[in-house]
């Protein structure tokens, strides 16, 4: 279950990254672009399977806050356990806020 615990931890540090990034950008395109890079960059370093990231940019202005959401399968088939399915969805969520301070276009 180690494989489970590392690709959760992926699945979280890949997620605050992606927040992290769309906060720092100039507007709300450059944000969705910004945070689905930096997930793919972070989340291809874990056993984590079609993740997925969904950034709610409804309001990006100074200070507004980010929600990101992402999912993503974990094999598990190789553990050979008896009542263990095959694979695991997995969940994660971080906010972030929009810098107050940055220049926008």
């Known amino acids: 279950m180690v494989r489970v615990v590392d690709a959760n ?3 979280h540090a890949a997620t605050e ?3 992290a990034a ?5 507007d709300a395109s450059a944000a969705e672009a910004a945070a689905q890079s930096r997930f793919a960059a972070v989340i291809a370093m874990y056993p984590v399977r079609s993740a997925s990231l ?3 940019l409804v309001d990006f202005s100074r200070g507004a806050t ?3 959401t ?5 094999d598990v088939a190789w553990e050979n356990m008896a009542l ?3 694979h695991i ?3 994660a969520k971080a906010d972030a806020r929009v810098e107050p301070w940055r220049s926008r276009r």
Not at 22 to 26: G, V
Not at 70 to 74: Q, S, Y
């Open 22 to 26: 769309a906060a720092r950008a100039a």
């Open 54 to 56: 969904v950034i709610s």
């Open 84 to 86: 263990v399915p095959g």
């Open 89 to 91: 969805v997995i969940h």
């Open 17 to 19: 990254a992606g927040a």
């Open 66 to 68: 980010i929600t990101a």
């Open 9 to 11: 931890a992926g699945l």
């Open 70 to 74: 992402a999912t993503g399968i974990v």
